[in-house]
């Protein structure tokens, strides 16, 4: 068990390595072309409903601020970084560390895309894979483009964890 666990380790530099990549990127993006980099603050707003028994609203944006929520959403953004690193090494081997290869990495960032589309758009009021956003297609493409980034971060992270390691 306790190998296991050391095995899974590097899912943490991983998932936070991958999650900077995209984060970068989304600046880079708002500041080429922009588009408003993501707001964390409401999805630490949605995420903070929660317990409150509310999970979807019709506007998170129209939905009751809640103290600390940029440090929530900036928090889960992070630790769903890792979530989906540690989903990496679950379906493709802790060994996969050592000898990081793309298309893997890139497997995970394109289904991490499942999230935004089924849970987080849904839940904050933009509908099922954001059908209730105004340019539905450009929201879809921006976040398939967004977790494909993420999947090229994971591959990157990987590359540096496996060389830190030796």
């Known amino acids: 068990m306790r190998e296991a666990i050391i095995a899974l380790l590097p899912a943490l530099p991983i998932g ?22 993501a707001d964390y603050g409401l999805v630490g707003r949605w995420l903070a409903h929660m317990p409150r028994g509310v999970f979807v609203h019709r506007s ?3 939905a009751s601020p809640v103290k600390g929520e940029m440090g929530i959403g900036w928090s889960a953004h992070y630790l769903i970084g890792m979530v989906f690193a540690l989903v990496l ?7 996969w560390t050592q000898h990081p290869t793309l298309l893997p ?8 895309v499942a999230a935004p589309f089924l849970l987080m758009q849904p839940g904050m009021g933009q509908g099922l894979a954001a059908r209730l956003s105004p340019k539905p297609w450009a929201a879809r493409a ?25």
């Open 16 to 37: 936070i390595g991958a999650t900077i990549v995209m984060d970068l990127f989304g600046r880079f993006r708002s500041k080429l072309l922009g588009q408003p980099f």
């Open 89 to 95: 090494l679950l379906l493709f081997g802790a060994g």
């Open 105 to 112: 990495a890139l497997i995970v960032g394109a289904g991490s």
């Open 142 to 166: 921006r976040s398939l483009v967004t977790h494909l980034v993420f999947g090229l971060g994971l591959y990157a992270a990987g590359r540096a964890t496996a060389l830190a390691v030796q």
């Open 60 to 62: 998170i944006g129209k």
